[in-house]
C-alpha cells in the first residue's frame, strides 16, 4: 500500500493533536466537588503507552504498538516500528529504495535517543537495509555517538548487519530521469520528504526516539541533514518529552528545531504550541520559505501531541488508545 493512500482522518482545520475531547475527565477525580469549589479543571488524560509518527505510516506505528503492547521499551519499539518503513522498497526516502544522490548511491541518516538522553547516530551510510538498527548499535556497543560513511558501514558489518544494494529499479530510473537536467531544488511535500521521525512513550511511561531517512533525493555527495543530528532532526528529555522534524534539513539545523521544541516544552508550552514557535523561527530567518517545507512533531510526558508544518500537506500517524489514526495538522502558511 502506497503510504500516502493510506486513509487519512483529516480534517483541514484539525491540529493534529491527539484530542483530549474524547477522553477528557475531571482532574482530581477522586474529590467530589465541592459547592465553595465547583469549578473544576477539565483537563485531557491521554493514555500512554503512544508512539506517533511523521507522515502516514501506519504500518510502522502499527508496529511500534504491538511492541509497546507486549510491555517493551519505547526505544524498542521505535526501532521496529521504524524498520518497518526502512525495509519498505516502494518509499523512496527511507531505507531500501531510498532515492540516491546525484552520483546514484543510496546513502542513509538515522539516529536514536533514548530515556537516559543517550544518543547514537549513523550519517552517510550506504548499503545497510536498517541505519535505525545500526544507530543503536552505536549508542550501546561504541564509546562514540555517530559513525560515518565507510566506518558506519564496517561498523554495522562487524554487528553482523549484511551489505545489500539499497538502489531499486524504481529509484535508478527516477534518478536517470532526473540526470536529464541535473536540477536540483527542494520540492514541497514530493516523495523525497518522507522521513520517519517517531516518538514513543511506553507502559513506564518513558520516552525514546528515532529518525530514519535518505535524505535529500539526489544531495550532494557527502551531504547530511538534520536528521542523524542530536537536537535538530530528534531531541528527547525523558523529563519534558521528545520532538522530531520532517523536511528540509538544512533549514532544521540551522535553528536546533527538535531541541528547541523540548525547551519549549520545559518552559510550559504546550506540544502544539512549541511546534509553532519552531516553525516560526524558521520562517522568520528565512525569506524563501515559500520554497521549501518542515513539519515538527512533538510529545510532552503526559502523552500529548503536537505537530505543524509550514505549508499544506504534511501528516502525522499517531497510535494512542487503541486507535491508528493519520491526520493533517494545522500550518503555518495560509496564503
Ligand atoms: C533531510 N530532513 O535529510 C531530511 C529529509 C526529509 O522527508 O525529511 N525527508 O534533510
Redesign the pocket.
Known sequence: MKRRKFIQSASLTGLGVVSGAAIACKENTSEMPSEKNAVTTISPKTKIPMVIA??NVAKSTEKAWEVLQEGKSALDAIEQGCMVEEANAEGQ?VGLGGLPDRDGNVTL?ACVMNKEGNYGAVVCMQNIVHPISVARKVMENTPHVILAGKGAEAFAVSEGFKRENLLTEASKKAWEEWKKTSKYKPIINIE????IGMLAIDKNGDISGGCT?S??AY?MAGR????PIIGS?LFIDNEVGGAT??????E?LKTVGSFLIVELMRQGKSPQEACEEAIGRIVKKSPNFEDFQVGYIAVNKKGETGAYSIHDGFYTTTYQNDKNESKKPDFYNKK
Not at 547530511?224 to 536528521?227: A, E, L, M
Not at 522534524?245 to 538544512?250: F, I, K, Q, V
Request: charged letters at 20%; zero cysteines.
Open positions: 511523521t507522515w526516502s541518516d523525497n520528504h518522507d522521513t531517512t535524505g535529500l544531495k547530511v541533514g538534520d536528521s532532526g522534524a520532517t523536511g528540509l534539513g538544512e532544521v
